[in-house]
């Protein structure tokens, strides 16, 4: 039988015209919260609900989007004050029905205490960002919602005790786990039902379509492009303007209610008025029916949605530029270093970057990034090589031939113009020792803990202590990556010395693997 929660939600979904197919159940685990589940077989391309834009949560839907509109808040911070203020009104919110089935807060660590976020994502990918974004997210509530609750009219009035900082991130912390970006009119929004089917990344079963309710026919809706779940607009503003959702350039004709004939009036006749979900794939009887949310690895899953999965083939370890500065500050004066930079720069190659600072990705398998290769090359390069190098720069017609050439010379391969360059030509014995250096330093970054107690930690870790169990996850599979990234420069190194030993100008092979730098 279904709990009391559900069957509220069910009656719910009913009023609000939001149809959803037999053959899907919903289970409600006391420890892993809702789950849907196929009661009947389910067949790829199967209609298994509807739910119209009118009864999403959203700036535009909202009973706060004059106050919204008139604030200028957008994106993320917009949505959450909508989320806190129909939250305020309580059964007297349209989403009332909706609302009760959702937790207060979702389990990110933007809302674990700095003393947890220290504690347990020490050393990891998300350390830095979570503190930074707890800043970021407290800086938007004080300068963009505080000042509204003094701003009360006799046709609104907020209820305090609904907006404080508390309120705000556990506000924030749906948005980003649950929103879904539905269209340019409504932006990201709540959209119920479709939040409850659970993450699975590479799997999934169900996918979201915007499609008109009047005029389009099925091939027309195929065509659509799919509602994005939990889109970039979900980071906190300030850190990330360029990604907050933007106001809608659509007219606002004021607030409009559930059912209400603004959102359907002539002006938006021709746009999609409802959400399908369509079966992507077959599901059997009794299995759960999953979404997913995208191809990411477990710090951003952590990050957004508050938890991780095992083996997850998109995780990846940043090795930090400032990592590799401070690695070349070892051997190197501070001039030496700039130069070498300088002139890395100078050919064309950069580093990834984040607000204020640059990185380099090592995937799940331990593969570097090329650009860090390149750069360990340059830094170990002998001062004739390098100078020659650099002179070559002034008269090549292009960066990339300059180095290419550098290194044909070097490894005594002739290479034409446009030639492609193999990986090993780059990994010297001093590139293979830099390389294993630099996972020795991202590793100390870690707890006193080794790899090994971490692994016996987390398999006797209870995944119902959902912040240890997870962030003991993420560290392990950084953990992973970090040696398979020193086994890559090992085996190279063993490559090497053995071909050291062998006839003079054997190349060395891997999987017949190549990078093109031209």
């Given at each position: 039988?279904?709990?009391?929660?559900?069957?509220?939600?069910?009656?719910?979904?009913?009023?609000?015209g939001?149809e959803?197919s037999?053959?899907l159940d919903?289970?409600?685990?006391?420890?892993q919260?809702?789950?849907?589940?196929?009661?009947?077989?389910?067949?790829?391309g199967?209609?298994?609900?509807?739910?119209?834009?009118s009864?999403c949560?959203?700036?535009?839907?909202?009973?706060?989007s004059d106050?919204i509109?008139s604030?200028?808040?957008g994106?993320?911070?917009g949505?959450?004050?909508?989320?806190m203020?129909?939250?305020?009104?309580?059964?007297?919110?349209?989403?009332?029905?909706?609302?009760?089935?959702?937790?207060h807060?979702?389990c990110?660590p933007?809302?674990?205490?700095l003393?947890?976020v220290?504690?347990l994502?020490?050393?990891?990918?998300?350390?830095?960002?979570?503190?930074?974004?707890r800043g970021l997210?407290?800086?938007?509530?004080?300068?963009?919602?505080?000042?509204?609750?003094?701003?009360?009219?006799a046709?609104v009035?907020?209820?305090?005790?609904?907006?404080?900082?508390?309120?705000y991130?556990?506000?924030?912390?749906?948005?980003?786990?649950?929103?879904?970006?539905i269209?340019?009119?409504h932006?990201s929004g709540?959209v119920?039902?479709?939040?409850l089917?659970n993450?699975?990344?590479?799997?999934e079963?169900?996918?979201?379509?915007?499609?008109?309710?009047?005029?389009?026919?099925?091939?027309?809706?195929?065509?659509d492009?799919?509602?994005?779940a939990?889109s970039d607009?979900?980071?906190?503003?300030?850190?990330?303007p360029?990604?907050d959702?933007e106001?809608?350039?659509?007219p606002?004709?004021?607030k409009?209610?559930?059912?209400?004939?603004?959102?359907?009036?002539?002006?938006?006749?021709?746009?999609?008025?409802?959400?399908?979900?369509?079966?992507?794939?077959?599901?059997?009887?009794?299995?759960?029916v999953f979404?997913?949310?995208?191809?990411i690895?477990?710090?951003?899953l952590?990050?957004r949605y508050?938890?991780?999965?095992?083996?997850?083939?998109?995780?990846?370890?940043?090795?930090?530029?400032?990592?590799?500065?401070?690695?070349?500050?070892?051997?190197f004066s501070?001039?030496?270093?700039?130069?070498?930079?300088?002139?890395?720069?100078?050919l064309g190659?950069s580093?990834?970057?984040?607000?204020n600072?640059?990185?380099?990705?090592?995937?799940?398998d331990?593969?570097?990034?090329?650009?860090?290769?390149?750069?360990?090359?340059?830094?170990?390069?002998?001062?004739n090589?390098?100078?020659?190098?650099?002179?070559k720069?002034?008269t090549m017609?292009?960066?990339?031939?300059?180095?290419?050439?550098?290194?044909?010379?070097?490894?005594?391969?002739?290479?034409?113009?446009?030639?492609?360059?193999?990986?090993?030509?780059?990994?010297t014995?001093s590139?293979?020792?830099?390389?294993?250096s630099?996972?020795?330093?991202?590793e100390?970054l870690y707890?006193?803990?080794?790899?090994?107690d971490?692994i016996?930690?987390l398999?006797?870790?209870?995944?119902?202590?959902?912040?240890?169990?997870?962030?003991?996850?993420?560290r392990?599979s950084?953990?992973?990556?970090?040696?398979?990234?020193?086994t890559y420069?090992?085996?190279y190194?063993?490559?090497?010395?053995?071909?050291?030993?062998?006839p003079?100008?054997k190349?060395?092979?891997?999987?017949?693997?190549?990078?093109?730098f031209?």
């Open positions: 039988m279904a709990s009391r929660r559900v069957r509220v939600f069910k009656r719910w979904m009913r009023s609000q939001l959803y037999d053959a919903f289970k409600d685990d006391p420890e919260g809702i789950s849907v589940i196929a009661l009947g077989d389910l067949k790829e199967d209609l298994v609900a509807t739910i119209p834009k009864a949560l959203t700036v535009k839907t909202s009973g706060a106050i509109e604030a200028g808040l994106g993320s911070l949505l959450a004050f909508a989320l203020y129909e939250k305020s009104l309580g059964e007297d919110s349209p989403w009332a029905g909706y609302l009760q089935l959702l937790p807060q979702e990110v933007c809302v674990w205490s003393e947890e220290d504690s994502l020490s050393g990891t990918e998300l350390h830095e960002i979570v503190k930074e974004d997210i407290f800086e938007d509530w004080k300068q963009n919602i505080l000042p509204l609750l003094d701003l009360n009219s046709n009035k907020l209820n305090p005790d609904y907006f404080g900082v508390e309120h991130f556990a506000a924030k912390s749906l948005v980003a786990s649950r929103s879904f970006q269209d340019d009119f932006g709540m119920p039902l479709a939040d089917f993450h699975k990344t590479g799997a079963d169900v996918h979201f379509t915007s499609v008109s309710s009047h005029c389009q026919s099925d091939s027309d809706a195929d065509n492009d799919h509602v994005v939990n607009d979900n980071e906190p503003s300030t850190e990330h360029h990604v959702g106001e809608s350039s659509a606002s004709n004021g409009s209610y559930l059912g209400g004939s603004d959102l359907e009036s002539s002006a938006l006749e021709d746009v999609p008025t409802v959400l399908q979900m369509i079966m992507v794939k077959d599901v059997r009887a009794g299995a759960e979404n997913t949310y995208g191809l690895g477990n710090a951003a952590l990050h508050g938890f991780t999965e095992p083996d997850n083939q998109f995780d990846i370890v940043n090795i930090d530029m400032e990592l590799v500065l401070k690695w070349s500050s070892s051997l501070s001039r030496y270093i700039r130069a070498r930079l300088s002139l890395w720069r100078k190659y580093a990834c970057q984040s607000q600072s640059e990185y380099f990705e090592i995937t799940s331990g593969m570097p990034q090329i650009e860090l290769l390149i750069l360990l090359y340059i830094m170990l390069l002998t001062e090589v390098y100078h020659k190098l650099d002179l720069l002034s017609e292009s960066y990339d031939e300059a180095l290419c050439i550098i290194l044909s010379e070097k490894n005594n391969i002739q290479l034409g113009k446009g030639s492609e360059m193999s990986e090993e030509q780059l990994l014995e590139v293979c020792n830099a390389i294993s630099l996972a020795d330093m991202r100390s707890p006193s803990n080794s790899k090994e971490d016996e930690l398999r006797s870790c209870s995944i119902r202590d959902r912040k240890l169990y997870h962030s003991l996850s993420l392990v950084e953990r992973k990556i970090l040696e398979k990234l020193r420069a090992a085996t190194m063993l490559s090497i010395r053995n071909a050291k030993r062998g003079t100008g190349r060395l092979k891997r999987n017949g693997l190549q990078h093109s031209l």
